[in-house]
């Protein structure tokens, strides 16, 4: 497993990691998102060893990165943006290397077939790496960091410039991987991380905003009096007719879903249900409901949120996304 505990990096007067901590459990795939310039590759490399923290303490397996480097890093499989690979070399030799330099104490020939057919590299493995696609090459880099076995992978924006069908193939190799070892993974590509992560820790100026699953993100951080509905009918008495209700305190009008069909995003006075009297004002003037949900908020707008305030990313993406009526206003 991997603990940290009140880690801090400065450079000069700036904190670039600022007293974290966070713990990624045995069997645990943990997705570690930030936007630029947050911290997150700077907590990466203390964790690998690149660089020193300023204070606090990086545990792999137990053993501080700082204090025994040698032997925490025995426990990591590293596989960075760029896979640190050798194009003149064939992808047997290229292994053979990492082996001998890992100093690697298992069985030599079984313990690499192994890993090739875990990473599917069997076809080319006499293929020199410059040769390879760039689907095949992340998958040399992904061999790389499993020679040894080690407990833990750190894995850096692993699927970055794959095709549609190579990141599905790394996203199921991850989770597989996952089921036996402590897994790291930062992307910023969000459906990925929502897709292969058993948690998620935002970093945002160097502090830890938020440390839970994908779900329970969405959930606590969604207002429980936001509604989304999809009605049939004519959008402005719909949208007059929502305003009406009590406690119903502005509508947004969102996308066309069909003919006469809108999106409609409904905000009530916190701590109110108002779903009851909607369904009786739309269904007195026989206004079908074809869909009500609670406004839950995708990863994007969690991470939207937690990073700058705002799930909809600012006030202009708010204005174009919605129009907005305020209750007893004009469009």
């Known amino acids: 497993m991997i603990e940290v505990r009140g880690l801090t990096k400065s450079y000069g007067s700036k904190k670039a990691v600022d007293n974290i901590s966070f713990t990624a459990e045995d069997g645990q795939v943990l997705g570690f998102l930030g936007p630029n310039g947050a911290g997150?590759?700077?907590?990466?490399?203390?964790?690998?060893?690149?660089?020193?923290?300023?204070?606090?303490?990086?545990?792999?397996?137990?053993?501080?990165?700082?204090?025994?480097?040698?032997?925490?890093?025995?426990?990591?499989?590293?596989?960075?943006?760029?896979?640190?690979?050798?194009?003149?070399?064939?992808?047997?030799?290229?292994?053979?290397f990492v082996y001998s330099l890992k100093k690697c104490k298992l069985p030599k020939k079984s313990h690499l077939n192994e890993i090739c057919e875990i990473v599917k590299l069997e076809d080319v493995r006499k293929r020199l790496i410059k040769n390879l696609s760039k689907g095949y090459k992340q998958r040399v880099g992904f061999a790389q960091a499993l020679v040894g076995n080690p407990k833990v992978?750190?894995?850096?924006?692993?699927?970055?410039?794959?095709?549609?069908?190579?990141?599905?193939?790394?996203?199921?190799?991850?989770?597989?991987?996952?089921?036996?070892?402590?897994?790291?993974?930062?992307?910023?590509?969000?459906?990925?991380?929502?897709?292969?992560?058993?948690?998620?820790?935002?970093?945002?100026?160097?502090?830890?905003?938020?440390?839970?699953?994908?779900?329970?993100?969405?959930?606590?951080?969604?207002?429980?009096?936001?509604?989304?509905?999809?009605?049939?009918?004519?959008s402005e008495e719909i949208s007059k007719l929502l305003s009406s209700v009590p406690d119903v305190e502005r509508v947004f009008v969102g996308r066309q879903i069909d003919e006469k069909v809108w999106e409609y995003h409904i905000e009530a006075k916190e701590g109110t249900d108002i779903r009851r009297d909607i369904f009786?004002?739309?269904?007195?003037?026989?206004?079908?409901?074809?869909?009500?949900?609670?406004?839950?908020?995708?990863?994007?707008?969690?991470?939207?949120?937690?990073?700058?305030?705002?799930?909809?990313?600012?006030?202009?993406?708010?204005?174009?996304?919605?129009?907005?009526?305020?209750?007893?206003g004009d469009k």
């Not at 089921?179 to 058993?198: F, G, K, M, W, Y």
């Open 153 to 234: 992978l750190i894995l850096d924006e692993p699927t970055v410039g794959l095709d549609p069908k190579q990141i599905i193939e790394i996203r199921t190799l991850i989770k597989r991987l996952g089921r036996n070892h402590t897994v790291i993974l930062s992307s910023h590509i969000l459906p990925e991380v929502q897709a292969v992560c058993d948690r998620i820790v935002v970093i945002n100026k160097g502090r830890i905003v938020a440390n839970d699953n994908a779900d329970s993100l969405a959930r606590n951080l969604s207002a429980d009096h936001k509604l989304v509905m999809q009605i049939d009918g004519a």
């Open 280 to 328: 009786r004002k739309l269904a007195s003037r026989n206004y079908p409901i074809l869909m009500m949900k609670s406004n839950e908020l995708s990863l994007e707008e969690v991470f939207l949120k937690l990073t700058t305030g705002d799930e909809y990313g600012g006030a202009e993406k708010t204005a174009e996304r919605f129009d907005l009526l305020e209750k007893g």
């Open 40 to 96: 997150k590759s700077t907590t990466m490399n203390i964790l690998t060893g690149y660089i020193s923290s300023t204070e606090g303490q990086a545990l792999i397996n137990g053993v501080d990165i700082l204090e025994d480097p040698i032997k925490a890093k025995s426990f990591i499989g590293y596989l960075p943006e760029m896979p640190p690979l050798y194009f003149d070399m064939t992808v047997n030799e290229y292994l053979d």
